[in-house]
């Protein structure tokens, strides 16, 4: 979407859709001072945005209206259960700040998800959304190009940026590289899409991976290598040149750096994995150190009650924040143990029919959604994107515009027999 046109866009829009725009925009700034939680969550702009994230989520939900759609009725089942276990929360925190900033971080996945089903209502709006996100990409990876410049990290170690982690960098590279490749290849069929030219493109990769080779994070490596066979696959159908250049460019990367990224990157990060499976270091320390503490959560997880096993260990009035916080990295133990086994097979069902009902959708959309629920799935094998309230914003955009009735073809059909599904 061209500057103007968004601009135009954003001001048709209510207030409370408005102020979902401008928080978008303006998260990576104030996810740089996370830091400042430290002295008081009252001091920290980051948890002023979740709450307010949340109040206009919910405003917005009470005052507008949203087409009815099946992936309502799949994602219903888990919202259920993520506020009954936020509820019982409460009865386990140390303290009623405690329990707000983690009640606000983990109903927001719900309460984002329908009210992006109220703000998204055609693909103008999706692509609204997209640009915004566009444009607030430019902080994070302008600050991991200042780090470069300025020798901001260590050579045999990850980028020292001023986010929580290092995740969040690794996210708006992920992202801000499928978002732009989604521009560019929308600008090709759109006169009113922000025009994207191969040489920005090209450009953009190159500043991706800088990033890769600075924050050093495999799982964000496997992510982009994902994204880009998955817009070879998608795109060269339609856009052959747009597919053509893409394979050109990772061609010549692997010709020309692909041997030293190997050697620098991703090599010292599984000797450790290969030593483990040669016997020489102990299974407890496979995926980093993770094993250890997955081992110890499930004891936890197995000893509770059946009630919290079924629908999430907060039920059981224990402890939980060491159980559905960042502690467990991966996300998919992280929601077995906040909504039990019954919410992990209901979110698992929600990721498939998100899947599913984008099939039909057009390529640029197609290319996009695909990439965003793959990316989640990789992962959270490792960490815990939907505990990233940055994350989980793209993450229901694309589910919110999947939702979307679009028009199925019937088999054995003319090509005007069409039915919504």
Not at 279 to 302: I, K, N, Y
Not at 333 to 351: D, E, N, S, V
């Amino acid at each position: 979407m061209k500057l103007r046109i968004w601009w135009q866009w954003v001001n048709s829009k209510p207030f409370y859709l408005r102020c979902f725009v401008f928080f978008l925009l303006i998260r990576p700034v104030a996810e740089q001072f996370y830091s400042l939680k430290s002295i008081s969550p009252l001091f920290s702009p980051l948890y002023w945005l979740g709450a307010l994230t949340l109040l206009f989520s919910v405003i917005g939900i009470i005052n507008g209206k949203r087409i009815k759609s099946k992936l309502d009725r799949t994602f219903i089942f888990w919202a259920v259960l993520v506020v009954v276990s936020t509820t019982a929360l409460y009865f386990s925190s140390s303290t009623i700040l405690e329990y707000l900033n983690y009640a606000t971080k983990l109903t927001i996945p719900v309460a984002v998800y329908y009210f992006l089903r109220v703000f998204i209502k055609d693909k103008v709006d999706f692509t609204g959304l997209l640009t915004t996100f566009l444009l607030s990409c430019i902080f994070p990876v302008g600050s991991i190009l200042f780090g470069l410049i300025r020798g901001g990290y260590f050579a045999e170690g990850r980028f020292e940026g001023s986010y929580a982690d290092v995740f969040n960098h690794a996210f708006y590279l992920s992202f801000g590289t499928i978002t732009l490749l989604y521009h560019y290849v929308k600008s090709r069929s759109d006169n009113n899409s922000m025009k994207i030219s191969s040489l920005l493109i090209v450009a953009g990769l190159v500043i991706a991976i800088a990033g890769l080779w600075i924050i050093k994070h495999i799982a964000t490596i496997a992510v982009f290598i994902t994204v880009i066979v998955l817009f070879i696959y998608i795109v060269f159908r339609k856009k052959q040149q747009a597919a053509l250049l893409m394979i050109v460019l990772a061609l010549l990367f692997i010709f020309f750096t692909g041997d030293l990224f190997y050697q620098e990157v991703v090599n010292p990060r599984i000797e450790y994995e290969v030593e483990i499976i040669e016997g020489s270091r102990d299974v407890d320390q496979a995926v980093h150190g993770r094993m250890s503490r997955w081992t110890w959560l499930m004891g936890d997880f197995r000893s509770a009650p059946f009630m919290a096993k079924l629908a999430g260990y907060p039920l059981s009035l224990k402890r939980s924040t060491h159980m559905i916080n960042i502690t467990p990295h991966n996300d998919f133990l992280r929601i077995m143990f906040f909504t039990g086994y019954a919410g992990l097979i209901f979110y698992i069902y929600f990721l498939y029919k998100g899947l599913k009902r984008v099939k039909y959708s057009d390529a640029p959309e197609r290319f996009f959604i695909y990439a965003v629920i793959f990316s989640t799935i990789l992962y959270s094998v490792t960490t815990v994107p939907t505990f990233y309230p940055g994350y989980v914003n793209i993450l229901m955009i694309a589910f919110a515009y999947s939702a979307l009735p679009v028009l199925r073809p019937v088999r054995n059909a003319t090509a005007k027999n069409y039915h919504n599904r």
